[in-house]
């Protein structure tokens, strides 16, 4: 069987990476949460007070940012490491989801990201979840799904996961930050949020995750 790229894209809290964490598990194959990466940039930004507008400011930052992936042995899934710091908790925090998307949008932090993104698939077998990972990271992947789910669906599982770490959050904060981050990824000049024209579409609105993760084999296997 022939190693392939699988991509995923979609708006937020569509199951974008629970599913494609899924799918790398049972093709053993690698998976990269693209998303973590604009994250940790994100928090490094915050920390450091990059302002946005300062082109000078924001390459300095990019220059002195490193990511990495690491084996979480506890939970059995990569977290992300941001200078060899383990900061996967903390780019999950809402002052973080806040500031993604402006981060996100600059075309250095594209650069970036995309190029190292690349990289990652050189030798293919990999599952990379994100906005642009079909169009613009891997615009050749043998396999690209975009993921839908109902907005009020999207909400309610976003609520359910900050929630629990968070009971404070309301569902009207995590609403707002949906579809302003939804907004600004799709409306960006650089890598906006789009399906690839070539791309399956997959709504998991009714579906369960193994049903889910049923579909997207059948799919992938048949481009194996
Ligand atoms: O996937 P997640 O919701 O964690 O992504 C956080 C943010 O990172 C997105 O709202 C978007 O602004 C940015 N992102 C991006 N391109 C990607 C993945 C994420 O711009 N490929």
Redesign the pocket.
Known sequence: MKKIIITL?GF??CG??TLARQLAKELNYVFI???????AITLYFIREHIDCNNTEQVKRALSEVNLSFEYNPLTGQSDMYLNDENVELLIREMVV?ER??EV??LKEV?EF?VAQ?QQMGIKKGIVM?????GTT?FPDAELKIFVTADPAVRVERRFKELYEKNPAITIEEVKRNLEM??Y??SNREF?P?RQAADAVVLDNSDLTKAEQLQIALQWAREKM
Not at 33 to 39: C, K, Q, V
Not at 129 to 133: A, F, L, M, Q
């Open positions: 894209d937020s809290s974008k990476s949460d693209s998303g973590a990466m604009y994250r989801s993604v998307s996100a949008a594209r990201g993104q979840d994100g906005r642009d990972i990271v981050r939804d600004v990824d890598s949020l």
